[in-house]
């Protein structure tokens, strides 16, 4: 009798997570317009904000995954950094980022638990240039890591996984050299055989992060 309750309150708990998290997103973005509109310096003569160059940044969001040969359903928070560069030509916006993210995902379908300790991307990304407002989608590679074990035994077993990576977001220049963002991006790592599970697995996961930018 216990086991639903605990499953309802473990979905309600994700619900809310997931609404709290849109919710800061949207938040940011605004507050990120508000402060660009009223005190950002852009580009000279131009009225409007210049990518070109290169960045650093970090960033933080949440994952919904989903192991591939398994009911396993890892979910958890993700942070990390990102650098990239951006040539400009009008209001078009070409550039290439890499990432590397740490992540809490991890799920426990018996008798295996499986988790997401890492994953990065390198990713070509283009846009257009409204303003301060960049719009943009991005595509390229993906890798990182996904771990299994046994809850019967504590074995495990680790791989890292090749895979590609899709999304989109919006960024806010908030001044010359900084800027916001929020972004969407789909993480699909390939399946691998896995000796422990007797099967092959692999990971799929949706992320969404906000987070900054310095523009040099």
Do not use: C
């Not at 951006?86 to 499986?114: H, R």
């Amino acid at each position: 009798m216990k086991m639903p309750i605990i499953l309802r309150a473990a979905e309600w708990m994700r619900i809310m997570i997931m609404k709290r998290i849109v919710g800061v997103l949207s938040l940011a973005v605004a507050l990120a317009a508000l402060a660009s509109s009223a005190d950002a310096q852009y580009g000279p003569q131009t009225g409007r904000a210049s990518w070109q160059g290169p960045y650093v940044g970090a960033n933080l969001g949440y994952l919904w995954g989903s192991v591939n040969g398994s009911s396993s359903k890892p979910n958890g928070f993700a942070g990390g950094a990102q650098t990239g560069y951006n040539w400009q030509s009008g209001q078009l916006v070409f550039g290439a980022e890499a990432d590397i993210q740490l992540s809490g995902a991890e799920d426990t379908f018996a008798p295996w638990k499986f988790s997401n300790p890492w994953f990065g991307t390198v990713r070509g990304r283009a846009g257009f240039a409204m303003s301060n407002i960049l719009l943009y989608g991005t595509a390229g590679l993906a890798y990182g890591s996904l771990r299994a074990q046994s809850t019967l035994t504590g074995a495990s077993e680790t791989k890292t996984l090749p895979g590609w990576a899709i999304g989109a977001g919006v960024e806010v220049a908030l001044n010359t050299n900084w800027s916001a963002r929020a972004e969407y991006l789909y993480v699909d790592l390939s399946e691998r055989s896995y000796s422990l599970t007797g099967t092959n697995n692999g990971f799929e996961t949706s992320l969404l992060r906000f987070g900054v930018n310095y523009r040099f």
